[in-house]
């Protein structure tokens, strides 16, 4: 059974960091690529970044270009986003699923909630 526990999100101040984490188990993490979700109140589910398989390539929404960052840690299974100078426009749920181009797994985790307020 695949699943995905997102991890990390909390309130934080603008321009601070947080750091997520999506462990995932019930498939063979190492062939997927990965990715991040976010879906703020009111707005579709939108795709934040992704990584392949390997980890060697990655890319980005463009709203969030130097400033968010995903790795993955294949003999974790788990995937991560270093999120650096957060804008109030970043507070949403973030969810993890498989895939590099859009999601490929039908369910998803419970997400994380990321709220950037003063």
């Known amino acids: 059974q695949v699943q995905f526990v997102e991890s990390g999100g909390g309130l934080v101040q603008p321009g601070g960091s947080l750091r997520l984490s999506c462990a995932t188990s019930g498939f063979a993490f190492n062939r997927y690529a990965m990715s991040w979700y976010r879906q703020a109140p009111g707005k579709e589910r939108e795709l934040v970044a992704a990584v392949t398989n390997s980890g060697g390539t990655t890319k980005y929404t463009d709203s969030v270009k130097g400033r968010f960052t995903i790795s993955r840690d294949n003999a974790k299974n788990t995937v991560y986003l270093q999120m650096n100078t957060l804008k109030p426009e970043d507070t949403a749920v973030y969810y993890c699923?498989?895939?590099?181009?859009?999601?490929?797994?039908?369910?998803w985790g419970q997400g994380t909630q990321v709220t950037v307020s003063s």
């Open positions: 699923n498989r895939g590099y181009y859009s999601a490929e797994y039908i369910y």
